[in-house]
């Protein structure tokens, strides 16, 4: 693994990274960002949500919450509509502004969902497999790629058409998935620690590549500049992966109970939100070799899933009230083997938390 990371110690740059270079992080350590709560938007009720996604163009961020998308104002911090309902549950959001429309899942159905950007009405529903998770736009293909994390399969979708496409078996857990808007589709594998590489012109895997230093990756994003991609592990690892080889880069620490990560392009920022330890991980991308963990942002427990505006660098966070001691139960039963009796939230207290650079 090649590797150079700026942590604390230089020692544990090198335990975490293999062969590590640890450069003196006073310059790179200047001009750290602080971000400040700024907005909450109430939810509310059910108290059940997966990814947040901002929309750049319309300027909102949709929520899969509950039996619908919850779609809340950007710049206004207030809900402006839904879609649904969604019977079976989304989980992901992606956008194809020339059709006009937005694609998410109904996980229990097993259907992708196609919905006006104008109306946010529902205008078609497509028959994938059930237990659908994240979905993303290749603007290369111009199709939707719908991630099913329980069965390993990736469904294409047209949205233009309004067609299943094909479907793309992969094997083992499933989780993110990023466009480098260069033809290829990058997916996180959770079972074997890997991110696999689609080619979306011919719909097949052209490459693999492990994660050694992760244990099951959840968000993944990417600096299409640089050709980086960065995956947020269970184990409190960011990895950071060449696009292009799928070499190791770079493993900085992150908080704990991640499931979501963003790449901000303007500032430089790549940040986890990690619902176990309530905090956003921030971490500066120095060059393509060169990351800098900062101090991370006090969010709150169970802020898992996030959404970045990179014009004026806001992230929002999703969040119910919950306490430490509820949050281990519940996920100590799920990673048990064992169904939860109990939601560890306080019904009805689900937000958007909305963060702001202070400079």
């Known amino acids: 693994m090649r590797s150079r990371v700026m942590t604390g110690s230089c020692w544990a740059a090198m335990l975490l990274a293999g062969i590590a270079v640890c450069l003196a992080s006073s310059a790179a350590g200047r001009d750290v960002p602080a971000y400040r709560l700024a907005q909450r938007v109430a939810l509310g009720a059910p108290t059940s949500w997966d990814y947040a996604v901002f929309d750049p163009a319309l300027r909102r961020v949709f929520i899969a919450h509950g039996n619908r998308l919850t779609v809340v104002d950007a710049d206004r911090g207030r809900i402006v509509g839904e879609v649904g309902p969604i019977p079976g549950g989304p989980h992901g959001v992606a956008f194809d502004h020339r059709a006009g429309v937005g694609i998410t899942d109904d996980g229990g159905r097993g259907e992708a969902v196609i919905f006006s950007l104008r109306t946010l009405k529902v205008l078609a529903r497509l028959k994938i497999q059930r237990g ?141 939100s990690n619902g176990m330890s309530g905090t956003l991980s921030v971490i500066r991308e120095v060059n393509a070799d060169t990351f800098v963990a900062l101090p991370p942002v006090r969010t709150e427990l169970s802020g898992r899933t996030m959404a970045l505006d990179p014009r004026t660098g806001r992230v929002f966070i999703v969040a119910a009230h919950t306490t430490a001691k509820a949050l281990r139960a519940f996920f100590a039963a799920w990673r048990g083997g064992r169904r939860p009796l109990h939601s560890p939230f306080t019904p009805g207290s689900l937000q958007l938390l909305r963060f702001d650079p202070v400079r």
């Not at 033809?183 to 052209?206: C, F, M, Q, S, W």
């Open 132 to 272: 659908a998770d994240a979905v993303t736009f290749d603007p290369a293909s111009r199709h939707a790629f719908v991630i099913d994390g329980d069965t390993g399969t990736v469904a294409v979708i047209d949205p233009a058409r309004r067609t299943v496409v094909t479907f793309i078996h992969i094997g083992g857990d499933l989780e993110y998935a990023v466009p480098g808007n260069n033809g290829k589709l990058y997916v996180n594998g959770v079972k074997h620690p890997e991110i696999v590489r689609i080619d979306t012109a011919t719909n097949r895997v052209d490459a693999t590549w492990p994660m050694p230093t992760c244990r099951s990756p959840h968000g993944l994003a990417i600096d299409t500049v640089t050709h980086r991609l960065f995956a947020s592990c269970e184990n409190g690892h960011l990895v950071v992966v060449n696009a292009a080889d799928g070499a190791v880069i770079a493993t900085v620490p992150i908080g704990a109970g991640t499931d979501a990560d963003r790449f901000d392009p303007r500032r430089r920022l790549i940040f986890s």
